[in-house]
Structure formats: structure tokens, C-alpha cells
């Protein structure tokens, strides 16, 4: 019965079909069932139904991900946990973990359901985020992600001489989400072509480094450049207030100069 509740738990929130998922959300929950995550409750078959359906829009219905659980399901009389993953929709490493928690009542339906996600799961997934958005060039949409600079600081250093380089004039201090649309703007306006190969991801709690190699077109000359390249980001609360930027900044300097 475990077993088929938890495949069903799961299923809901890969559901396509709007009344399937509508009927399964309240199949699952009681009426008064209630889900619980770090920041919000959801209480009632409408308040999970919305839940469900915005995870869905957001994660599912692009294409790009799927959610799985994995094979570690607890029980204790009227409590189960196990954990759910986020993975892509063509497979590999998860981007978002969570351990689910839940309380059934003597049909078998939740009534308690206690979502918790792991600081490392957190951090992956802003990272991920944040990478696809870089993809994507949108210099608002990749600020929307960092430390505004009032609620909390932000920690911005690129490896460079603090005088910076005037052929590089984004290389100079940034300290709000306004600076951050700024410096990718600018990054934008001097490139043709941009993008890179990332070769590695590492996460150790809110803390994560990419390693990869950029690689750029200078628009003015058409000429290109490549650079290797490592970044440390810190993850607070599903923002990022850490942006250290280590490269080959000789290579970008000479792309530029010479």
C-alpha cells in the first residue's frame, strides 16, 4: 500500500492532464490535508491543486524535468518519508532534492504533508538555474537571481587588478541587482557570440564552484577567445550572494587589445 501511495505522490506532480490531477490531488490528500514547505502552507484540495499545477507549469510541462523518488520510503504506523528528485527529462544528476514527510488518517489520505529541502539540493538548484539563464543572455532575468544589496549583501569579486583594465570596463565593483543587470548587459554589448563549456558542477552546502571554459566572440574585431574559468557562488535562500569569477583575465584583456 506504502508503495503505491508514495507512486502516486509522485505521479501527481508529473501529471499532464489537468482534471487527472485535480482528481488525483483529491484522492491523495484528505479535504483538509495541508502541505508544508519551508516558506508557505497549502491547506485544502484548491490551495494543493494550485500547488501542484504551478510545480507542474514551472518544472514539467517545458520538457525539462521530471520527478522521481528514490528508493529509501520509511513507515511508522501513520507516518511515512522518503525523498523526491527533480531530475532533467533526459536524465542525470538531480538539481533539486526534497525529503517528504507525511502524517495519513485512517482512510489512507494526508493529512500532513512536511516537504524539506537540504541546503546542497537548494544551492544546485539556484546554480542550475542560473546557468540556463546565462544560456539564455537575458541580463534582467539572470539579476533576478542574485542578493538585492538591501535584504541581503552581496559578495561580487572578479580576478582582476582592482584598478580593473579599460579595455574591460564591466570589470569594477557590483553591490545590487541593478549593478548585476549592468555587468551582463555590458558583457553583452562588447560580445558577438557568447558561450563556453562547463565541464564540472561541486556543492558543499550553500557553496558551489563551476568550472568550465568561456569562450567569445569580441564584436567590434569579430575575433574570438576562449578562457578557462572557475566560479564560486554562495546560495542564501534561493538567491546567490556570492559571485567570485576566477579566469584567464590575460586572455580576455589581449582579446580586447591586441
Known amino acids: 500500500m506504502t508503495s503505491n501511495l508514495i507512486s502516486r505522490y509522485v505521479a501527481v506532480w508529473n501529471e499532464p492532464d489537468a482534471a487527472v490531477r485535480r482528481s488525483a490531488v483529491a484522492q491523495l490528500w484528505a479535504e483538509d490535508g495541508v502541505q508544508y514547505t519551508e516558506t508557505a502552507e497549502h491547506r485544502g484540495h484548491d490551495a494543493l491543486q494550485a ?36 531530475v532533467p527529462a533526459t536524465g542525470g544528476a538531480p538539481v533539486w532534492s526534497g525529503t517528504i514527510f507525511l502524517l495519513l488518517d485512517a482512510d489512507g489520505r494526508i493529512r500532513h504533508d512536511h516537504q524539506f529541502t537540504g541546503a546542497e539540493a537548494s544551492t544546485r538548484a539556484a546554480v542550475t538555474e542560473f546557468l ?3 544560456a539564455e543572455g537575458n541580463p534582467d532575468r539572470i539579476a533576478e537571481l542574485f542578493a538585492d544589496g538591501v535584504d541581503r549583501q552581496l559578495d561580487w569579486q572578479l580576478d582582476w587588478p582592482e584598478a580593473g583594465h579599460a579595455a574591460v570596463p564591466w570589470i569594477r565593483p557590483r553591490s545590487t541587482r541593478a549593478d548585476v543587470a549592468d555587468h551582463f548587459r555590458q558583457l553583452n554589448e562588447f560580445h558577438g557570440e557568447r ?8 556543492v558543499d552546502g550553500r557553496d ?9 566572440t569580441v564584436k567590434a ?38
Request: hydrophobic share 45%.
Open 51 to 86: 500547488r501542484v499545477t504551478a510545480a507542474y507549469d514551472r518544472f514539467v510541462a517545458t520538457g525539462e524535468f521530471v520527478f522521481v523518488a528514490a528508493d529509501d520510503v520509511v513507515t511508522h504506523h501513520d507516518a511515512v518519508t522518503f525523498t523526491t528528485h527533480m
Open 208 to 216: 558551489a564552484v563551476v568550472l568550465g571554459e568561456i569562450r567569445q
Open 221 to 258: 574585431t569579430g575575433r574570438a577567445y576562449s578562457a578557462r574559468c572557475a566560479l564560486h557562488l554562495t546560495v542564501d535562500s534561493g538567491v546567490i550572494t556570492r559571485y567570485h569569477v576566477y579566469e584567464d583575465s590575460l586572455a580576455v584583456a589581449r582579446a580586447f587589445t591586441d
Open 132 to 134: 540556463a539563464r546565462l
Open 195 to 202: 558561450g563556453g563549456v562547463m565541464s564540472r558542477v561541486l
